[in-house]
């Protein structure tokens, strides 16, 4: 008598539901993707749902669902599942988020070629029934440099191919530790100015996040040589769409690839529809048969071993386990960690190499938990926060080239962790506090004392200790409508460095930013967006 009941729909491959079904334990009912009433109507009889992205697992589907333990997603984005009700409802939610690197890898190489040799309008020629091979003299990819944007699982993988056809391999990543580099053979670029200025094949390979939104604009594109070559396969919105027509256009590229668009899918009457040497395709770069089977396969392991073994390492959401009374110590060390990275990074340290930590007596029975959350927060903002979470932080900072430490120390006061982040010859420790039942505060910057809580957006300004800066600061942040909610400001010595750490409701943009620099007195401004808010 099968234990556990697993609802599939949306056309999952057959290699992962056959593992499912040779459980005696399990039993599997395959639907097509269900209407949303048919679904309600059968959810409540099923303890997980596995699919793809064709099927909303809404707020309203998770509540119905009342043996639900496990949701499924067949492929990286969780965009169509509530995640955050599945949160509170304690049910975990799996996704496979390596099985498409190859695919996307491979898929790059086929259009770059295609692009160089111009294969589609070549296909065209012919369909037309014409012979034609005066108009499609090629490039070689032989001899070329291709300067890949963000060397994480893809960029490794087209990199390593990279070399088999004769390139030379430039990477930008300062999030990646120089030994990475040195084995896959990459040439590191110390900023992205200097990858562009060598590049002749550009391709990004980041998650769209706040600094990677918009980062190949205009200024970018003509940085690179005279007839290069730009592809985004990452996510719509890192190469800018209307700047790279124009370059294309004027005939500054040579051509571009995209697979990936600001909206999909792309409208009908979208002009990138109709420019010369643009290359498009429909979002298909974990399209392969291959891919597909790979993520089914790593889904559907990962709900077994949910089920059957209470293994909830594969989940994005639960982290299994009593961590409730760790918790608000837990979201002190992530947010310490993400306020000491985000202000090393202003600083000009982004590789980080070493995650240090020192937590009080009574709560260093949690030392893994803290480390986790730790690690979660110097990815976050780094990587896609779809693949980060409590329980892959640790592997996912050491396969980067992280050192992680933790030690206890009586003379840190109650409830207490200091984080400290090391790179090259910088170090910054960050520490706080989280008293039971009480609100979770930072209580240390460095040398500065602070007393805050951080939520939503915290602003971290370094100033000279002279008077007007804290109203000049309010004023502006007024006049932008950027709420404060607590503004603290610490100082070492009068009229010595300041330092303010001011916790505000809603977003902080770039340009408000950019601004407060421009203030007299403020040195540097450093802007941490809490992601597990
Ligand atoms: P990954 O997390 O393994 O690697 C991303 C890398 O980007 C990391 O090494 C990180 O350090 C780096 N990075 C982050 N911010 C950066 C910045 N500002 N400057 C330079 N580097 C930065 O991710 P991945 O699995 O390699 O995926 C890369 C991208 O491909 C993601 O956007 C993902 O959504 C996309 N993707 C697209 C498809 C498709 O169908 N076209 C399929 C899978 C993945």
Known sequence: MPMFRVLVTDDVDPEGLA??????????????????????????????????????????????????KVVGRAGVGVDNVAVDVATSLGIAVINAPAGNTVAVAELFFGATIGLLRQIPRAQQVMENGRWDRNSFLGRELKGKTLGIV??????????????????????????IADERFTALRVRRAPSLDALLHE???????????????????????????SRSVVVNMARGGIVDEAALVAALESDQLRGAALDVFDAEPLAVDSPLRKVPNLLLTPHLGANTVEAQ????????????????????????????????????????????AAVARAVLADQGMRAVRRVSLRV????????????????????EGVIETDRLNLINARSLAEARGLELSVGESSELGNRTVEVALAGGMQQLAVTGSAPEGGTPRLT???????????????????????????????????ERHVNIAEYHQARLAQGGDALAAVSVDGEVSEATRKALLDLPDVVTASVVHFRDE
């Open 360 to 379: 009080s007596p009574d709560i260093a029975h949690g030392t893994g938990a803290l480390l986790a959350s730790a690690a979660a927060g110097v990815l």
């Open 150 to 175: 963000g060397l994480g699982r893809i960029g490794s993988e087209v990199a390593t191919r990279a070399h088999a056809f004769g390139m030379t391999v430039m990477a930008y990543d300062p999030y």
């Open 444 to 478: 240390q910057i460095g040398s500065f004392h602070i007393d805050v809580n951080p939520k939503q957006t915290l602003l971290i300004l370094t100033n000279h200790d002279v008077p007007g800066v804290i109203g000049r600061v309010g004023t502006l942040l007024g």
């Open 199 to 225: 590049t002749n094949i550009l391709t990004v390979h980041v998650p769209l996040t706040d600094e990677t939104k918009g980062m190949i604009g205009k200024r970018e594109l003509s940085r690179l040589p």
């Open 293 to 336: 089977r790979n993520v089914s396969r790593d889904v559907c392991v990962a709900v077994r071993d949910a089920l059957l073994r209470n293994d909830l390492s594969k989940s994005l959401n639960v982290a299994g386990g009593a961590v409730s009374e760790l918790h608000g110590a837990m979201l002190v060390a992530r947010r310490a």
């Open 19 to 68: 593992l499912l079904a040779s459980e005696p334990m399990l039993q599997v009912d395959e639907v097509p993707t269900l209407p949303k009433d048919e679904l309600l109507a059968r959810i409540g009889d099923y303890d997980a749902i596995v699919g793809r992205s064709a099927t909303r697992i809404s707020a309203e589907l998770l509540k119905a669902g009342t043996k639900l």
